[in-house]
């Protein structure tokens, strides 16, 4: 069984976050939530549901797996995949937001 590690998920995103340059108060209106929610998820003291996780992650433009797993679990899962996700990193905010409206508008029509 998998047991989440809050404070260490909260961590990622946190280092995420700054890595991109946002505030608390723009993550958090972007994935619809109040800033001080937002802060218990950084801090660890919010037992995020999934949906809320996704949200943070399409803001973030990272894979849930960059936020809910080890580093070292992660990296496994990351090595058989293609510098796509190296690219969508260097993009802003927007460029991210549509790419994965079109990825979504694309698997829709499967």
């Known amino acids: 069984m998998i047991e989440a590690d809050f404070k260490k998920i909260g961590e990622r995103i946190r280092s995420y976050r700054k890595k991109l340059g946002y505030t608390q108060l723009e993550v958090a209106e972007a994935a619809f ?57 260097n993009c802003s905010y927007k460029e991210r937001k549509t790419a994965l409206a079109i990825l979504n508008a694309y698997l829709d029509s499967l």
């Open 33 to 89: 939530f109040t800033e001080r929610a937002y802060a218990d998820i950084e801090r660890g003291k919010s037992n995020a549901r999934l949906d809320s996780i996704i949200n943070i992650c399409n803001v973030l433009g990272v894979l849930p797996n960059d936020i809910l797993l080890d580093e070292e679990d992660n990296e496994i899962q990351k090595s058989g995949q293609s510098d796509i996700l190296t690219r969508l990193e």
